[in-house]
């Protein structure tokens, strides 16, 4: 086999999330791709769309985006992959993506073979594995046991490569695949054309998130392969990645940067490298070893229905009642609970207070707690009622908010109403209620990583003829591509005295890494600010301690990660992700207690 050279388009981060019409044109005609690559899914929105067999993105963005990849398809012979169809990979949404592909197809006069990959997991299997010791979990949550898999409402399990390696090998134009681990038809295609395992492991594990390693971030992203390493380019002009940037990609969503778990092997970056090209956009990366374990094992994703919700919203401007909120709302329920006695008994019939403008976004872990010391002037309460029924849900939530508007309290003085209720009616329906139930993995036998993900072909072709090849770009788009340079974005120049983290670090976040845990990553512009942090030991056990109201066992990685001049710090959840009492699914406002950390100064 010639020594692997090709290279892959990824047009965003997600299918159906939409990406500029003249960055993926110039990718396509200028760097003449062998692949157009995307991933469609992901648990960030929650258990909610698994639950209720719903698409992540709407019909109309899925077949905005697949129109332009479905026409380089046909006519520049492109190959497409799609992981995880429409967000959940069940395999009702592979047939809907299949239809979304067909539509365009008869529409654009279009001819394509296309391989449809679904999943042929089933209940006895699964709960077999578990009575024989076979499944485990994946992050902090407990054992799975067999009455958990009949409550679920739905159970899907990720793919590795094998299965778009195997559909890969009958040569056909279209790839969809169910629910996939996201790097898996990235590596799938490399590992056929003979990049190492490493290699095509680590590149799929950066594209799968599209242009979000460039600096500033994107949505478009090509990597040009070669058997021992890759190279990644911004389509944008005004975007770049630097070695720093692409490092620290590998903190994204994951509990730590240096092990990075899949189905069949660990990806280890120890060892890798990140050399920045000539032309000041483009990184040049290699070294990662990808490391089989002994038993192959594939994560299992399922969801319980927990109920129906119903919310309401308002806003209290009193001071009087403000000063006493909690002791107020505690009240009320109590009150409620006497109506309604089977509430708070079971997670199935809850009352829960989100009081903005005091802890509705960090909850339990919110360190800036107490009144009247840190009394706000107006706050908004958003009530969340789960019950059995729709019925019984709204029942709740409506004596609720009318005990709000007219509950006594200490020192009142406005005796009209407690409520600033902004909408008409006054509560809405928030929809049936999950929680992720399942999130375990199971081993597999020899051969089940393909035989368990079936793969069907199907000729697709048109009534109409086919439509005339169009150009895409003008001249003078083709010049500014060629000539436009990326934006300068100056490093941060942080004081040598005590100053606060927000003023040293490049970028301070807090993100989901899967439906259990949150993670929070503080990077640096450069090497001295972050040998400053590091060596000052200020972000400690005890700090994060300290900052979130964690205790030892809720903190599940503390490391720092000099690559990407960054530190990372991985705790268990608090709450249900997208379930009752979510305070903040994709876990991206958890980082503010580290913004006012102090630095000392420079001895």
């Known amino acids: 086999m010639a020594e692997p050279d090709f290279t892959i388009i990824t047009p965003n981060a997600m299918l159906g999330y ?147 390696m195997e559909a890969l090998k009958q040569d056909p134009d279209i790839v969809i695949g169910g629910r996939s681990y996201d790097p898996a038809p990235f590596a799938a295609f490399c590992l056929l054309k003979g ?49 720093v940037s692409v490092a620290a990609h590998t903190l994204y969503e994951k509990t730590r940067p240096d092990r990075l778990p899949g189905p069949g092997g660990v990806l280890h970056l120890d060892t890798a490298r990140y050399e920045a090209l000539e032309d000041g956009r483009t990184v040049r990366v290699s070294g990662a070893r990808f490391v089989p374990t002994p038993v192959y094992q594939v994560k299992l994703e399922g969801v319980e229905r927990l109920g129906h919700r119903t919310i309401f919203i308002g806003g209290i401007r009193d001071p009087i009642l403000i000063s006493q909120i909690d002791d107020f709302l505690e009240k009320v329920r109590q009150y409620i609970q006497k109506l309604f006695p089977e509430l708070d008994q079971s997670p199935n019939c809850r009352l829960i207070y989100h009081v903005y403008g005091h802890n509705a976004v960090m909850g339990p872990l919110e360190p800036n707690l107490g009144y009247p010391q840190n009394t706000p002037y107006e706050v908004a309460v958003l009530g969340e009622v789960v019950a059995p029924t729709k019925s019984l849900s709204f029942a709740i939530a409506n004596n609720v908010r009318t005990s709000i508007l007219h509950f006594p309290y200490e020192g009142q003085l406005a005796t009209t109403g407690n409520f600033a209720s902004p909408l008409s009616p006054q509560e809405q329906d928030a929809g049936e209620v999950f929680k992720f139930s399942v999130y375990h993995l199971i081993d597999l036998e020899a051969g089940e990583e393909t035989t368990l993900f079936p793969i069907t072909i199907k000729d697709v072709s048109s009534s109409q003829p086919a439509a005339t090849e169009q150009e895409h770009l003008t001249a003078e788009q083709h010049s500014s591509f060629d000539t436009e340079k990326p934006l300068v974005i100056p490093e941060k120049q942080a004081s040598p005295g005590e100053v606060a983290m927000m003023d040293i670090a490049k970028v301070v976040r807090s993100k989901n890494s899967g439906p259990f845990e949150l993670t929070l990553d503080i990077m640096f512009d450069n090497e001295a600010s972050y040998h400053r942090v590091k060596e000052a030991n200020l972000l400690t056990n005890d700090v994060i301690k300290r900052l979130y109201r964690a205790t030892d066992d809720d903190i599940i990685t503390n490391m720092y990660f000099d690559p990407a001049f960054a530190w990372k710090c991985t705790l268990k959840r608090q709450w249900d992700q997208g379930s009752v009492g979510e305070r903040d699914t994709l876990g991206t406002q958890q980082h503010a207690p580290l913004l006012t950390l102090r630095v000392p100064a420079i001895e």
């Open 18 to 164: 939409g990406y500029r019409q003249d960055h993926f044109w110039y990718g396509v005609e200028h760097y003449k791709p062998t692949a157009i690559i995307v991933d469609s899914g992901s648990t960030d929105a929650g258990p909610y769309k698994l639950g209720m067999n719903k698409m992540t993105c709407s019909r109309e963005s899925y077949i905005r985006d697949l129109s332009s990849m479905l026409e380089a398809c046909f006519h520049k012979k492109i190959k497409v992959l799609i992981g995880s169809a429409g967000g959940d990979g069940s395999n009702s949404h592979v047939a809907e993506m299949l239809s979304f592909v067909e539509e365009i197809a008869e529409q654009k006069g279009y001819t394509f073979k296309v391989a449809t990959i679904t999943n042929n997991l089933n209940r006895p299997m699964i709960k077999a594995r578990i009575t024989n010791g076979k499944c485990s979990p994946c992050g902090p949550v407990p054992p799975l046991k067999v009455e958990d898999v009949d409550t679920a409402v739905k159970i899907v399990g990720q793919m590795g490569a094998e299965p778009f």
């Open 195 to 243: 990049v190492d395992p490493g290699v095509a492991w680590h590149m799929g594990k950066i594209l799968e998130c599209g242009g979000i390693c460039a600096v500033p971030k994107g949505r478009s992203m090509i990597a040009r392969m070669r058997k021992s390493s890759f190279e990644l380019t911004p389509l944008s002009p005004l975007e770049k990645c630097t070695p």
